[in-house]
Antibody, heavy 121, light 108 residues
């Protein structure tokens, strides 16, 4: 079974860039049947899809964040990453990485445990 | 953007009773709808995809129905471990992928 683990700084200063990595185990990120996504959840609120990357490197982003988001993949490390620039307090949230089986469920099958990122000076 | 609206926001149910949760899409998503369960401090877990297909390992007391713009998640007999927040999510061809605001199922 695929397992995902987010990592990165838990505190980011306003106007700086948030950088997170998701490490994949139990499967290869090079598989052509999956999307690799980032999703976030402010405390006590709902879920917001940030964007996704396909194995080929093609990406889709939420238009509400598109100007600030970059998602990339490192197949040699079996990881994919999120960069969110010019952060403000509104970007404080738990950030999840998740996998979508494009062929079977087309949903978010597996999730990382999440990592809390706080934007504060 | 497709807006997903869930109702009610909170549902109070006694253990052993039936719970019915609703999700409405602002435009048709066909059957491209999933349901997730989230417990405090945990990541969401996939329950239902394709509007009505249970994910691997999900008990039969969870069932989904609907298509187009109206969807329902039914928990036939609530167990203690089922008290949680439930989210619907559309994955139609339109991006961005969007979630409903959630329904909290609490103990009555």
């Amino acid at each position: 079974q695929v397992q995902l683990q987010e990592s990165g700084p838990g505190l980011v200063k306003p106007s700086q860039t948030l950088s997170l990595t998701c490490t994949v185990s139990g499967g290869s990120i090079s598989s052509g049947s999956y999307y690799w996504s980032w999703i976030r959840q402010p405390a006590g609120k709902g879920l917001e899809w940030i964007g996704r990357i396909y194995t080929s490197g093609s990406t889709n982003y939420n238009p509400s964040l598109k100007s600030r988001v970059t998602i990339s993949v490192d197949t040699s490390k079996n990881q994919f990453s999120l960069k969110l620039s010019s952060v403000t307090a509104a970007d404080t949230a738990v950030y999840y990485c998740a996998i979508t089986d494009i062929v079977a469920t087309k949903s978010f099958d597996y999730w990382g445990q999440g990592t809390l990122v706080t934007v504060s000076s | 953007e497709i807006v997903m609206t869930q109702s009610p926001a909170t549902l109070s149910v006694s253990p052993g009773e039936r719970a019915t949760l609703s999700c409405r899409a602002s435009q048709s998503v066909s059957s491209n709808l999933a349901w997730y369960q989230q417990k405090p401090g945990q990541a969401p877990r996939l329950l239902i995809y394709g509007a009505s297909t249970r994910a691997t390992g999900i008990p039969a007391r969870f069932s989904g129905s609907g298509s187009g713009t109206e969807f329902t998640l039914t928990i036939s007999s609530l167990q203690s471990e089922d008290f949680a927040v439930y989210y619907c999510q559309q994955y139609n061809n339109w991006l961005p992928l969007t979630f409903g605001g959630g329904t909290k199922v609490e103990i009555k």
